[in-house]
């Protein structure tokens, strides 16, 4: 199990990566076409469709598993605390079951959407023609990423449920020790 839970954090920690670059890329692109489009009247024409279409779908795509992996999603604990380690992994788990599948289920149509576009041919028309099925791909992989951290967070929560022992997280203190 640690060895899917690290293989699958290397995936993350690359996605993650390409989630901040896209962050930066954003700021840059939107800051020139700001001052294109003030000092020289003339905007970049590309600059909406590059950052809708590519560099916001990666930047949040590419870091929600990276997130889950951290806990840094949000979460509402009203009765967590006060539950038996058994009792609150269970219970976990079985809503993992549930998000599990629908984040399956995204993955699935996502990447039925991507290759559908692909196959097609299909491009946004805009002042560059580019390719839909590149911007289907972010979405695909991210909730391909996210889908197997889904799946090992539910067997670690059902793995915890029937030993007592806490579910192994990584947290940030963790992270940063390493």
């Known amino acids: 199990m640690k060895a899917i839970r690290t293989a699958i954090g290397s995936v993350e920690d690359v996605l993650m990566f390409f989630a901040a670059a896209s962050f930066i890329a954003i700021m840059l692109i939107m800051s020139a076409d700001v001052l294109f489009r003030y000092l020289f009247s003339s905007p970049l024409a590309w600059a909406f469709e590059v950052l809708t279409r590519y560099l916001m779908p990666a930047a949040f795509f590419f870091a929600v598993s990276y997130t889950l992996r951290r806990g840094e999603h949000l979460v509402v604990e009203i009765f967590h605390s ?63 990423v996210l889908t197997l951290r889904a799946v090992e967070i539910t067997i670690s929560l059902f793995i915890a449920s029937a030993t007592g022992v806490e579910p192994i997280r990584s947290s940030h203190a963790e992270e940063e020790a390493i």
Do not use: D
């Open 82 to 144: 006060m539950m038996p380690i058994k009792a609150r992994s269970f219970l976990l788990g079985l809503l993992y079951i549930v998000a599990t599948a629908i984040i399956a289920v995204i993955c699935w149509m996502s990447i039925g959407t991507t290759l559908g576009s692909w196959r097609g041919g299909e491009q946004f028309v805009g002042a560059i023609n580019w390719p839909v099925w590149t911007s289907h791909l972010i979405v695909a992989t991210g909730t391909a």
